[in-house]
């Protein structure tokens, strides 16, 4: 039931652009995306619920594909605090219970 | 506002002892809750959610088990721990409605010897 999260790390120079994708084999009720800082909990970014559907604050943004099968995180002209691990969530059932990608680990350097 | 509190940050334990983690949520009433274990570098592992008091759901058979006592109290808890049980336990809330995620408590690192 976990989704499968590509890549498992990246490094960028600030001002660069990243993706990070999260899959599934079957369809998917719901998508959640979490930052988790280095020994802190993770924190709620968004939830993507419709196929098709795009959303994003400040330069980060999501999308849900028509299929609901995939969903990609876009980091755009990144900044030394998006550093950390990024997690998908993903949901089947709409029964309210995440299970989560193993995470992208994002370090941006100056 | 609401405040989830997770108890205590930090433990030490020897294999065979008990444990049990605490999780309260303030501000909020009749919230869907979780108990999730990350060990060092790896995911997020769903172990127990409940939709209300007493409602238990596993995910995960294993040693430990959980409870919901009171409608915003959720207790993890284990009578024999084992080294495996090392690891990072948070715990979360959301709200019974698709439009918002969860909501972390700070977590319990737990360490069992």
């Known amino acids: 039931q976990q989704p499968v999260q590509s890549p498992q790390a990246v490094i960028l120079r600030e001002g660069e652009d990243a993706v990070i994708n999260c899959s599934s084999s079957?369809?998917?009720?719901?998508v959640h995306w979490y930052r988790q800082k280095h020994g802190e909990a993770p924190v709620f970014l968004m939830i993507?619920?419709?196929?098709?559907e795009q959303k994003g604050h400040d330069k980060i943004s999501a999308s849900f594909n028509e299929k609901k099968q995939q969903s990609s995180l876009y980091l755009t002209a990144s900044q030394l605090s998006y550093s950390g691990t990024y997690f998908c969530g993903t949901d089947k059932t709409g029964a309210n219970n995440l299970f989560f990608g193993t995470g992208t680990r994002l370090t941006v350097i100056p | 506002s609401q405040t989830i509190h997770q108890w205590p940050a930090t433990l030490v334990q020897p294999v065979g002892s008990p444990l049990s983690l605490e999780c309260t949520v303030e501000?909020?009433?009749?919230?869907?809750l979780y108990w999730y274990r990350q060990a060092a570098g790896r995911g997020l592992q769903l172990l127990f959610y409940?939709?209300?008091?007493?409602?238990i759901s596993s995910e995960v058979p294993q040693n430990l088990s959980a409870s919901r006592p009171q409608d915003r109290q959720f207790i993890l808890s284990s009578k024999k721990l084992l080294l495996s049980d090392s690891g990072f336990y948070l715990c979360?809330?959301?709200?019974?409605?698709?439009?918002?995620?969860?909501?972390f408590g700070s977590g319990t690192r737990l360490t069992v010897v």
């Open positions: 409940s939709v209300g008091i007493g409602q």
């Open positions: 993507l619920l419709k196929g098709g």
């Open positions: 979360a809330w959301r709200a019974g409605t698709d439009l918002y995620g969860y909501t």
């Open positions: 079957k369809a998917l009720y719901s």
């Open positions: 501000g909020t009433s009749n919230p869907n």
